[in-house]
Protein backbone atom coordinates (compact mmCIF):
# COMPACT_ATOMS: atom_id res chain seq x y z
CA UNK A 1 0.00 0.00 0.00
CA UNK A 2 2.11 2.83 -1.43
CA UNK A 3 -0.34 5.92 1.00
CA UNK A 4 -0.02 6.45 4.67
CA UNK A 5 -3.02 6.26 6.42
CA UNK A 6 -3.64 10.05 6.73
CA UNK A 7 -3.52 10.70 2.77
CA UNK A 8 -6.13 7.90 2.32
CA UNK A 9 -8.07 9.48 5.17
CA UNK A 10 -7.55 13.17 3.50
CA UNK A 11 -8.87 12.07 -0.09
CA UNK A 12 -11.87 9.95 1.19
CA UNK A 13 -12.85 12.51 3.38
CA UNK A 14 -12.40 15.40 0.31
CA UNK A 15 -14.52 12.25 -2.03
CA UNK A 16 -17.04 11.30 0.50
CA UNK A 17 -17.09 13.90 3.66
CA UNK A 18 -15.99 13.25 6.87
CA UNK A 19 -18.81 11.16 8.38
CA UNK A 20 -17.78 8.08 10.26
CA UNK A 21 -20.42 5.31 10.79
CA UNK A 22 -20.00 2.78 13.45
CA UNK A 23 -21.79 -0.58 13.22
CA UNK A 24 -22.35 -1.93 16.59
CA UNK A 25 -24.79 -4.32 16.65
CA UNK A 26 -26.44 -3.77 19.88
CA UNK A 27 -28.65 -6.44 21.38
CA UNK A 28 -31.72 -3.80 21.80
CA UNK A 29 -30.90 -2.87 17.94
CA UNK A 30 -30.99 -6.48 16.79
CA UNK A 31 -34.31 -7.07 18.56
CA UNK A 32 -35.28 -3.29 16.73
CA UNK A 33 -34.51 -4.79 13.48
CA UNK A 34 -36.31 -7.97 14.14
CA UNK A 35 -33.42 -10.20 13.98
CA UNK A 36 -31.94 -13.12 16.49
CA UNK A 37 -29.37 -12.36 18.91
CA UNK A 38 -27.01 -15.03 17.45
CA UNK A 39 -24.24 -14.99 14.69
CA UNK A 40 -27.07 -15.25 11.95
CA UNK A 41 -28.61 -12.27 13.47
CA UNK A 42 -25.05 -10.29 13.30
CA UNK A 43 -24.07 -11.27 10.23
CA UNK A 44 -27.85 -9.87 8.63
CA UNK A 45 -27.22 -6.71 10.50
CA UNK A 46 -23.22 -6.25 9.28
CA UNK A 47 -24.12 -6.75 5.94
CA UNK A 48 -27.10 -4.31 5.66
CA UNK A 49 -24.94 -2.13 7.00
CA UNK A 50 -22.08 -2.54 4.82
CA UNK A 51 -24.23 -3.02 1.65
CA UNK A 52 -26.45 0.46 2.58
CA UNK A 53 -22.96 2.84 3.33
CA UNK A 54 -19.78 1.50 2.62
CA UNK A 55 -20.06 3.14 -0.86
CA UNK A 56 -20.91 6.17 0.28
CA UNK A 57 -19.37 7.04 3.77
CA UNK A 58 -15.60 7.92 4.24
CA UNK A 59 -15.18 5.62 7.24
CA UNK A 60 -16.68 2.53 8.57
CA UNK A 61 -16.62 1.63 12.33
CA UNK A 62 -16.81 -1.92 13.34
CA UNK A 63 -16.74 -1.87 17.16
CA UNK A 64 -15.06 -5.18 18.23
CA UNK A 65 -16.83 -5.93 21.52
CA UNK A 66 -19.84 -7.18 19.34
CA UNK A 67 -18.45 -9.32 17.11
CA UNK A 68 -16.31 -11.05 19.84
CA UNK A 69 -19.25 -11.62 21.99
CA UNK A 70 -20.44 -14.11 19.31
CA UNK A 71 -17.09 -15.83 19.80
CA UNK A 72 -14.93 -17.74 16.33
CA UNK A 73 -18.40 -17.19 14.55
CA UNK A 74 -19.04 -13.38 15.13
CA UNK A 75 -15.19 -12.92 14.39
CA UNK A 76 -15.80 -14.49 10.59
CA UNK A 77 -18.77 -12.02 9.98
CA UNK A 78 -16.91 -9.14 11.15
CA UNK A 79 -13.51 -10.62 8.61
CA UNK A 80 -15.75 -11.01 5.83
CA UNK A 81 -17.55 -7.77 6.26
CA UNK A 82 -14.19 -6.01 6.64
CA UNK A 83 -12.89 -7.33 3.23
CA UNK A 84 -16.38 -6.11 1.50
CA UNK A 85 -16.45 -2.51 3.07
CA UNK A 86 -13.02 -1.82 2.06
CA UNK A 87 -13.65 -3.28 -1.38
CA UNK A 88 -16.32 -0.76 -1.98
CA UNK A 89 -14.06 2.43 -1.23
CA UNK A 90 -14.72 2.76 2.77
CA UNK A 91 -11.32 3.04 4.99
CA UNK A 92 -12.39 0.25 7.99
CA UNK A 93 -11.45 1.21 11.78
CA UNK A 94 -11.46 -1.10 13.61
CA UNK A 95 -12.77 0.11 17.34
CA UNK A 96 -10.61 -2.46 19.23
CA UNK A 97 -9.22 0.20 21.83
CA UNK A 98 -6.50 -2.46 22.32
CA UNK A 99 -3.34 -1.38 24.78
CA UNK A 100 -0.68 -3.32 26.64
CA UNK A 101 2.70 -4.34 27.19
CA UNK A 102 4.87 -3.24 24.05
CA UNK A 103 5.78 -6.79 23.19
CA UNK A 104 1.78 -7.82 23.43
CA UNK A 105 1.26 -4.41 21.77
CA UNK A 106 2.75 -5.84 18.77
CA UNK A 107 0.29 -8.46 18.32
CA UNK A 108 -2.76 -6.12 18.77
CA UNK A 109 -0.75 -3.88 15.65
CA UNK A 110 -0.87 -7.18 13.13
CA UNK A 111 -4.72 -5.78 12.90
CA UNK A 112 -2.67 -3.02 10.67
CA UNK A 113 -0.49 -5.80 8.89
CA UNK A 114 -1.79 -6.98 4.97
CA UNK A 115 -2.85 -10.76 5.03
CA UNK A 116 -4.43 -10.74 8.53
CA UNK A 117 -7.77 -11.86 8.33
CA UNK A 118 -8.49 -8.57 10.04
CA UNK A 119 -6.91 -6.16 8.03
CA UNK A 120 -7.87 -2.68 9.28
CA UNK A 121 -7.37 0.09 8.08
CA UNK A 122 -7.05 2.04 11.15
CA UNK A 123 -7.75 1.06 15.15
CA UNK A 124 -8.52 2.20 18.17
CA UNK A 125 -5.95 2.25 21.15
CA UNK A 126 -6.01 2.44 24.76
CA UNK A 127 -3.05 4.45 26.31
CA UNK A 128 -2.98 3.48 29.59
CA UNK A 129 -0.18 1.28 29.98
CA UNK A 130 1.82 4.67 28.75
CA UNK A 131 1.63 6.24 25.49
CA UNK A 132 5.31 4.45 24.86
CA UNK A 133 3.37 0.93 25.12
CA UNK A 134 2.29 1.93 21.76
CA UNK A 135 5.17 1.91 20.19
CA UNK A 136 5.11 -1.26 18.11
CA UNK A 137 1.98 -0.62 17.28
CA UNK A 138 3.21 2.82 15.67
CA UNK A 139 5.83 0.81 13.99
CA UNK A 140 3.50 -1.34 12.38
CA UNK A 141 1.49 1.36 10.96
CA UNK A 142 4.10 3.32 9.68
CA UNK A 143 5.68 0.08 7.74
CA UNK A 144 2.27 -0.58 6.24
CA UNK A 145 0.20 2.41 6.04
CA UNK A 146 -2.05 1.99 8.76
CA UNK A 147 -3.23 4.16 11.26
CA UNK A 148 -3.80 4.52 15.02
CA UNK A 149 -6.64 6.69 16.88
CA UNK A 150 -5.23 6.92 20.32
CA UNK A 151 -8.12 7.53 23.28
CA UNK A 152 -7.33 11.22 24.88
CA UNK A 153 -10.50 12.93 26.23
CA UNK A 154 -13.60 10.48 25.70
CA UNK A 155 -17.26 10.96 25.43
CA UNK A 156 -18.39 9.37 28.57
CA UNK A 157 -19.53 11.16 31.37
CA UNK A 158 -16.68 9.66 34.01
CA UNK A 159 -13.74 10.22 31.76
CA UNK A 160 -12.00 13.12 32.81
CA UNK A 161 -11.60 11.03 36.71
CA UNK A 162 -8.39 9.86 35.40
CA UNK A 163 -8.13 11.53 32.36
CA UNK A 164 -7.88 14.78 33.57
CA UNK A 165 -5.34 14.06 36.21
CA UNK A 166 -2.07 16.24 36.46
CA UNK A 167 1.19 14.45 35.27
CA UNK A 168 3.77 17.16 35.94
CA UNK A 169 1.83 20.48 34.95
CA UNK A 170 0.27 18.67 32.12
CA UNK A 171 -2.94 16.64 32.14
CA UNK A 172 -3.10 12.93 30.93
CA UNK A 173 -5.21 13.44 28.08
CA UNK A 174 -2.28 16.40 26.89
CA UNK A 175 0.28 14.01 27.74
CA UNK A 176 -1.79 11.85 24.95
CA UNK A 177 -2.17 14.41 22.49
CA UNK A 178 1.61 15.71 22.93
CA UNK A 179 2.96 12.05 22.28
CA UNK A 180 0.04 11.46 19.40
CA UNK A 181 1.61 14.68 17.82
CA UNK A 182 5.12 13.82 18.45
CA UNK A 183 4.41 10.45 16.44
CA UNK A 184 3.03 12.25 13.00
CA UNK A 185 6.90 14.33 13.35
CA UNK A 186 9.17 12.21 11.97
CA UNK A 187 12.11 10.82 13.57
CA UNK A 188 10.47 11.93 17.04
CA UNK A 189 9.90 8.93 19.69
CA UNK A 190 8.24 9.29 22.86
CA UNK A 191 10.96 9.74 25.81
CA UNK A 192 12.06 12.41 23.30
CA UNK A 193 11.70 16.73 24.11
CA UNK A 194 8.36 17.47 22.50
CA UNK A 195 8.64 19.30 18.97
CA UNK A 196 8.64 22.57 18.57
CA UNK A 197 5.23 23.71 17.82
CA UNK A 198 6.31 26.34 15.91
CA UNK A 199 7.85 24.01 13.35
CA UNK A 200 5.00 21.93 13.05
CA UNK A 201 1.84 24.82 13.76
CA UNK A 202 0.43 24.86 10.29
CA UNK A 203 -0.12 20.80 10.04
CA UNK A 204 -2.47 21.83 13.07
CA UNK A 205 -5.17 19.57 11.89
CA UNK A 206 -5.97 20.36 8.93
CA UNK A 207 -7.09 18.22 5.94
CA UNK A 208 -4.48 17.67 3.14
CA UNK A 209 -1.56 15.28 2.13
CA UNK A 210 0.34 16.18 4.91
CA UNK A 211 -2.64 14.97 7.51
CA UNK A 212 -0.40 12.06 9.49
CA UNK A 213 -1.94 9.07 10.67
CA UNK A 214 -1.99 9.00 14.23
CA UNK A 215 -4.90 10.56 15.46
CA UNK A 216 -6.82 11.38 18.96
CA UNK A 217 -10.21 10.02 20.27
CA UNK A 218 -12.14 13.50 21.34
CA UNK A 219 -15.64 13.06 22.60
CA UNK A 220 -18.33 15.20 20.87
CA UNK A 221 -19.61 15.47 24.49
CA UNK A 222 -17.32 17.84 26.59
CA UNK A 223 -18.29 21.35 27.86
CA UNK A 224 -15.40 22.48 26.48
CA UNK A 225 -12.04 21.68 24.79
CA UNK A 226 -9.94 20.83 27.44
CA UNK A 227 -6.78 19.75 25.84
CA UNK A 228 -4.22 21.69 23.10
CA UNK A 229 -4.79 19.86 19.65
CA UNK A 230 -2.30 22.73 18.45
CA UNK A 231 0.22 20.93 15.77
CA UNK A 232 -1.26 17.71 16.36
CA UNK A 233 -0.98 17.27 12.90
CA UNK A 234 -3.34 14.05 12.37
CA UNK A 235 -7.31 13.42 12.45
CA UNK A 236 -9.51 14.21 15.69
CA UNK A 237 -11.89 11.31 16.15
CA UNK A 238 -15.10 12.67 17.84
CA UNK A 239 -17.58 10.05 19.35
CA UNK A 240 -20.51 10.90 20.96
CA UNK A 241 -23.07 12.59 18.19
CA UNK A 242 -27.07 11.52 18.80
CA UNK A 243 -27.43 8.96 21.35
CA UNK A 244 -24.45 10.43 23.56
CA UNK A 245 -25.90 13.84 23.39
CA UNK A 246 -23.28 15.41 21.22
CA UNK A 247 -24.67 17.61 18.09
CA UNK A 248 -23.20 19.01 15.00
CA UNK A 249 -23.23 22.59 17.10
CA UNK A 250 -21.30 20.66 19.65
CA UNK A 251 -18.58 19.90 16.91
CA UNK A 252 -18.04 23.72 15.74
CA UNK A 253 -17.91 24.81 19.32
CA UNK A 254 -15.26 22.44 20.04
CA UNK A 255 -12.91 22.23 16.98
CA UNK A 256 -14.39 25.03 14.48
CA UNK A 257 -15.19 24.53 10.93
CA UNK A 258 -11.92 23.51 9.42
CA UNK A 259 -9.87 20.54 11.37
CA UNK A 260 -9.53 17.56 10.25
CA UNK A 261 -12.06 15.66 12.66
CA UNK A 262 -14.18 12.45 11.71
CA UNK A 263 -17.24 12.71 13.48
CA UNK A 264 -18.54 9.31 14.00
CA UNK A 265 -22.23 8.22 14.77
CA UNK A 266 -23.71 4.96 15.14
CA UNK A 267 -26.95 4.08 17.47
CA UNK A 268 -28.35 7.19 15.99
CA UNK A 269 -27.97 6.03 12.03
CA UNK A 270 -28.47 1.98 12.79
CA UNK A 271 -31.58 2.88 14.53
CA UNK A 272 -33.12 3.36 10.82
CA UNK A 273 -32.70 0.16 9.58
CA UNK A 274 -32.75 -2.62 8.28
CA UNK A 275 -34.08 -0.96 5.39
CA UNK A 276 -31.12 0.49 3.08
CA UNK A 277 -32.72 3.28 2.13
CA UNK A 278 -33.47 4.51 5.14
CA UNK A 279 -30.06 3.63 6.68
CA UNK A 280 -28.63 6.17 3.26
CA UNK A 281 -30.80 8.74 4.48
CA UNK A 282 -30.05 8.81 7.53
CA UNK A 283 -26.22 8.60 7.52
CA UNK A 284 -26.92 11.72 4.63
CA UNK A 285 -28.89 13.85 7.48
CA UNK A 286 -25.62 13.88 8.96
CA UNK A 287 -23.63 14.07 6.44
CA UNK A 288 -25.78 16.81 4.85
CA UNK A 289 -24.96 18.74 8.45
CA UNK A 290 -21.64 18.07 8.61
CA UNK A 291 -20.94 20.08 5.24
CA UNK A 292 -24.00 22.65 5.67
O1 LIG B 1 -14.76 8.20 23.70
C1 LIG B 1 -15.31 7.29 23.07
C2 LIG B 1 -14.60 6.33 22.36
C3 LIG B 1 -15.29 5.41 21.63
N1 LIG B 1 -16.64 5.39 21.61
C4 LIG B 1 -17.30 4.34 20.77
O2 LIG B 1 -18.02 4.99 19.71
C5 LIG B 1 -19.29 4.37 19.54
C6 LIG B 1 -20.37 5.39 19.86
O3 LIG B 1 -21.65 4.86 19.62
P1 LIG B 1 -22.97 5.76 19.60
O4 LIG B 1 -24.07 4.79 19.37
O5 LIG B 1 -22.84 6.75 18.46
O6 LIG B 1 -23.06 6.44 20.93
C7 LIG B 1 -19.30 3.14 20.43
O7 LIG B 1 -18.82 2.03 19.69
C8 LIG B 1 -18.32 3.49 21.52
O8 LIG B 1 -17.70 2.34 22.07
C9 LIG B 1 -17.33 6.33 22.30
O9 LIG B 1 -18.59 6.36 22.30
N2 LIG B 1 -16.65 7.25 23.02
Not at 27 to 53: I, K, N, S
Not at 57 to 69: M, S, T
Not at 271 to 292: F, H, I, S
Amino acid sequence: MSATFGERLADAVAARGPLCVGIDPHVPLLERWGLPDDPDGLARFTDAVVGALAGTVAVLKPQLAFYERHGSRGLAVLEDAVARARAAGALVLLDAKRGDIGSTMDAYGDYLRPGHPLHVDAMTVSPYLGPGSLQPAVDTARQHGGGLFVLARTSNPDAGTLQHALVGERTVAQVVVDAVRGWNTPGWVVGDPLPDLGAVQDQASRWGPTTGSFGVVVGATLAELDVDLGGLGGPVLAPGLGAQGGSVADLRRLFGRDAAVVPTVSRDVLAAGPDPAALRAAADRWATELTA
